[in-house]
C-alpha cells in the first residue's frame, strides 16, 4: 500500500471526509442563523398581526356619523316650500 496511486487515494479520502466536515459545519452554521431569521419574522408577525387587531378594534368602537362643521344650506327641506 505504498504505491503512488495509493498515497494519492488516501490523501483523496482524507480531504473528502475534511471537505464533509467542513459542508456540515456551514450548513449547521446557515440552518441556525435560518432558524434565528424565521424566529425573527414569527415575532414580527405577531406583532403585526396585534397591531392589526388594535387598529381594528378602535376603528369599529369609534364609529359614529360626525354632523358636519359650519353653515349648510339645505334648499329641499320639506315644509319649507
Known amino acids: ?3 503512488p496511486k495509493a498515497v494519492d487515494m ?3 479520502v482524507v480531504r473528502a ?3 464533509m466536515r467542513e459542508i456540515l ?3 449547521k452554521q446557515l440552518a441556525e ?3 434565528e ?3 425573527k419574522v414569527t415575532d414580527h408577525d405577531q406583532a403585526i398581526a396585534e397591531l392589526i387587531e388594535a387598529i381594528r378594534e378602535l376603528m369599529s ?3 359614529r356619523e360626525q354632523k358636519a362643521i359650519g ?4 334648499i329641499h327641506k320639506k315644509g319649507d316650500l
Not at 71 to 74: L, P, Q, R
Open 71 to 74: 353653515f349648510t344650506a339645505d
Open 1 to 3: 500500500m505504498n504505491s
Open 33 to 35: 442563523k435560518l432558524q
Open 25 to 27: 459545519s456551514t450548513h
Open 10 to 12: 488516501s490523501v483523496f
Open 17 to 19: 471526509f475534511v471537505r
Open 61 to 63: 368602537s369609534g364609529i
Open 37 to 39: 431569521l424565521e424566529n
